[in-house]
C-alpha cells in the first residue's frame, strides 16, 4: 500500500536553519492531510494538519503546504531545534460518517544538529 | 491535558495465547482506533470503533482479533491465538465527533515467543 509516500529515510539540519519534510500522495480522494511527531517509545503526536481545500497552514514555526495538483505536501520548521530531532510521519484521510481511518507514509527521521 | 493512555506499556506471551491489550482514550471522544506498527514498516490501520460498533476494519483486523468497549472508558483489543507476525508496537487513539485529528497513546509493545 503506497497511498501515502515519504521518500527520505532521513533529513539532517543544522539548529536554526529550515527543515522541510515531504510527502507524496496517490489518492486523489484524500480530502485532510496531517503531520505527526514521534520520539522513541511514545505513540505519534499530532503537529498539524491542513484541509484539501487549502494550500497552506500556519502554527508557530510550522507550516504545511499543499499542492493538489502535484499529490503533494511539505512540513516546513523554521527555525528547527534540537528538540524537533524525531520521526515525522505524514497522514491522509478521507472523511467518513464514523470514523476516518488515517493511511500514513513511513516517516522521516529528522535530526537537528547543535 | 487529556491523553490517551494505555496498558501494558509491554506484554510478552507465548503464541497461540490470549492477550487483551487496553486503552482509555481522551474522555470526551466519541471515535476510537487501533494502529498497529510492525518493527520497520508503516503505522498500519486495524479498525475504527463509534456508538459501540466497528465502523471499518482492516483486512489484517481477521477473526483473530475483536475490540470492546466494555465501561464508559475503556476500549480493549483482543487477540484470540497471536501469532508470532503479532508481534508489534500497538497504538489506541481516539478523536472527537467531526474533528480529523486522532490522538495517539503511547503504545503497547507486543512480543509473542
Known amino acids: 500500500d503506497q497511498q501515502v509516500k515519504q521518500n527520505s529515510p532521513s533529513l539532517s539540519v543544522q539548529e536554526g536553519r529550515i527543515s522541510i519534510l515531504n510527502c507524496d500522495y496517490t489518492?486523489?480522494?484524500?480530502?485532510?492531510f496531517l503531520w505527526y511527531k514521534k520520539y522513541p517509545a511514545e505513540g505519534p503526536t499530532f503537529l498539524i494538519s491542513i484541509s484539501s481545500i487549502k494550500d497552506k497552514n500556519e502554527d508557530g514555526r510550522f507550516t504545511v503546504f499543499l499542492n493538489k495538483s502535484a499529490k503533494h505536501l511539505s512540513l516546513h520548521i523554521v527555525p528547527s531545534q534540537p528538540g524537533d530531532s524525531a520521526v515525522y510521519f505524514c497522514a491522509a484521510t478521507v472523511f467518513m460518517e464514523y470514523g476516518n481511518k488515517l493511511v500514513f507514509g513511513a516517516g522521516t527521521i529528522l535530526r537537528v544538529k547543535s | 491535558e487529556p491523553e490517551v493512555t494505555q496498558t501494558p506499556s509491554h506484554q510478552v506471551t507465548q503464541m497461540g495465547q490470549e492477550v487483551i491489550l487496553r486503552c482509555v482514550p481522551i474522555?470526551?471522544?466519541?471515535?476510537f482506533y487501533w494502529y498497529r506498527q510492525i518493527l520497520g514498516q508503516k503505522v498500519e490501520f486495524l479498525v475504527s470503533?463509534?456508538?459501540?460498533?466497528?465502523?471499518?476494519k482492516s483486512e489484517i483486523f481477521d477473526d483473530q482479533f475483536s475490540v470492546e468497549r466494555p465501561d464508559g472508558s475503556n476500549f480493549t483489543l483482543k487477540i484470540r491465538s497471536t501469532k508470532l507476525e503479532d508481534s508489534a508496537m500497538y497504538f489506541c487513539?481516539?478523536?472527537?465527533?467531526?474533528?480529523?485529528?486522532?490522538?495517539f497513546g503511547p503504545g503497547t509493545r507486543l512480543t509473542v515467543t
Open positions: 487513539a481516539s478523536t472527537s465527533d467531526g474533528g480529523y485529528e486522532q490522538y
Open positions: 470503533f463509534y456508538n459501540n460498533e466497528i465502523s471499518e
Open positions: 474522555s470526551n471522544h466519541l471515535y
Open positions: 489518492n486523489s480522494m484524500f480530502d485532510y
